[in-house]
């Protein structure tokens, strides 16, 4: 006899949504296993800064996850537009240049305001307006990024509480240090179980089916460099450090079918100035994503990116990989005091370099060639534009340069009113975009192109949905989306 009905590996927002979704439809006895220790649970949930990015057609249908925010925040509607589920589609068709899977992305956009609302109840997640991270404030109105309004009250370390408050109530059994080796089959081909190693040695646990969610390879160095590139490989990590591949290494081991873009990832623009791994209790703050109102350089003293092409939200993830590749993993965000006041708060974790000249800015600046820096800023500035041309931090002004090699497209101001403030930043990997294939019932597919018995994966596991670049607030409803139907399945079994 079975030890458990469900054994879900894996301890981040998939796997306990996949936990949650299992007691939900039937499943008895449920079991987690987190390979970290209880105070680094959480997998890359606890990093992240909880926002969902979800279709609604109306701004007022997400009013149930907002409670009282009306009195809190002047005409809050009023600065949030539709979100179709078209336009959350057309958005994962631009980002990732039409490659997203047909069938996976319909499948997370049709359910994704379904899922934070089951989110909302089932979790008992408690949600908040995203002010820090998607609002603009223009006059005494916010101005909210489309289809990003809502996030994880307290962010990703209040999602994480959340779902382990909502295992708890319901009585799912998560063990710590239990880290998976290899998963178990019967004679018919049937995943049955998993072996572990924990602190008690290496045994086996019998179970009648198995979720994989437990991430990516982003912190194994050795799978980074392989798969992604020798530039990646030094990458630094910004979420949980026992990402290693684990879940991915099984499944293939039995057939399971390599998907998506392994050599892709999401990187976000971080500061330099942080360790290989990101600070636990810091959390997502080392992003460095309001680049769009700045200039970006690099050790060259060199433009490598169009800073306003979208915004934030729909570049950074591939920013963040495109420092990498600069010189010396490193570039400078460079700022004035007519937009250093639109930085998101984050940036407050570390001290800027300043100057009231741009000549005194960049000769503090850690890089190769100050001369080409003084003479990429003086380039930009002569056919970029003053704020009264009509400067618009809410949306994309049209405010572009000409004749420069990348192009600004929006948002595109001068550098010229000191102070001036310069933040580093490198990329900062955050997860990997090759997974395993599976079907809309989350099953895994093998190589022969049919469903491994009693297997489903969810969250960073499921490869396919997001190639070179990723729309912000994505991750974490694909992960409870595909994990709440990865419950389902293996509890209907």
């Not at 873009?261 to 360790?275: N, R, V």
């Not at 636990?280 to 970006?296: I, M």
């Not at 300043?354 to 820096?373: M, P, R, V």
């Not at 704020?387 to 192009?407: C, I």
């Amino acid at each position: 006899m079975a030890d458990y009905d469900v054994i879900v590996v894996g301890a981040g927002n998939a796997a306990l949504a996949a936990a949650v979704s299992a007691k939900e439809n039937g499943a008895e006895r449920v079991i987690v296993l987190e390979k970290a220790p209880r105070g680094m649970r959480g997998g890359n949930t606890h990093w992240s800064g909880g926002v969902l990015r979800f279709a609604f057609d109306d701004p007022r249908e997400i009013g149930p996850l907002l409670p009282g925010v009306e009195s809190e925040f002047e005409d809050f509607y009023a600065g949030i537009q539709p979100y179709r589920r078209e336009d959350f589609h057309g958005d994962l068709m631009r980002v990732t240049s039409g490659q997203t899977d047909p069938v996976l992305s319909r499948v997370l956009v049709d359910n994704s305001k379904d899922t934070v609302f089951w989110m909302h109840e089932a979790g008992q997640i408690k949600m908040e307006p995203a002010v820090s991270l998607t609002g603009v404030r223009k006059g005494n109105q916010i101005i909210w990024a489309r289809g990003l309004v809502v996030r994880a009250e307290h962010e990703g370390v209040g999602l994480s509480r959340s779902w382990f408050a909502a295992c708890e109530r319901l009585g799912v059994e998560v063990r710590y240090g239990a880290a998976a080796l290899a998963l178990l089959q019967d004679d018919s081909g049937r995943v049955c179980g998993v072996r572990i190693r924990d602190d008690d040695g290496i045994h086996e646990l019998k179970g009648r089916s198995v979720v994989l969610g437990c991430g990516g390879f982003e912190a194994n160095v050795q799978m980074r460099t392989q798969h992604i590139g020798p530039l990646v490989g030094a990458a630094k990590v910004r979420g949980t450090p026992h990402n290693q591949g684990d879940g991915l290494r099984m499944a293939m081991q039995i057939g399971a079918m390599p998907w998506g873009q392994w050599s892709g990832c999401h990187a976000t623009p971080i500061s330099a100035d942080w360790g290989n791994f990101a600070p636990r209790e810091l959390t997502d703050r080392s992003n460095r994503l309001s680049y769009l109102y700045g200039v970006v350089i690099n050790r060259k003293g060199r433009r490598f990116v169009d800073e306003g092409e979208d915004g934030a939200m729909f570049t950074y993830a591939k920013y963040g990989r495109a420092v990498l590749a600069e010189p010396g993993a490193k570039a400078y965000q460079l700022f004035d005091s007519q937009t250093v006041h639109l930085l998101e708060p984050r940036y407050s974790t570390s001290d800027p370099i300043t100057s009231d000249t741009l000549e005194g800015l960049i000769g503090q600046l850690d890089i190769d060639d100050k001369a080409q820096a003084l003479k990429t800023v003086l380039e930009y500035n002569a056919v970029a534009h003053d704020a009264a041309d009509g400067f618009d931090p809410t949306g994309k002004d049209g405010l572009s340069t000409h004749g420069l090699t990348p192009e600004k497209t929006n948002w595109a101001l001068r550098l010229d009113k000191p102070p001036f403030y310069a933040y580093s930043a490198t990329g900062g990997i955050t997860f990997t975009f090759g997974g395993v294939k599976v079907d809309e019932q989350a099953r895994v597919i093998g190589t022969d192109w049919r469903p491994i018995p009693g297997l489903t994966a969810c969250g960073e596991m499921v490869g396919g949905l997001f190639y070179d670049n990723y729309p912000a607030g994505t991750g974490l409803v694909s992960g409870a989306t595909f994990g709440r139907i990865a419950g389902r399945t293996s509890a209907r079994g």
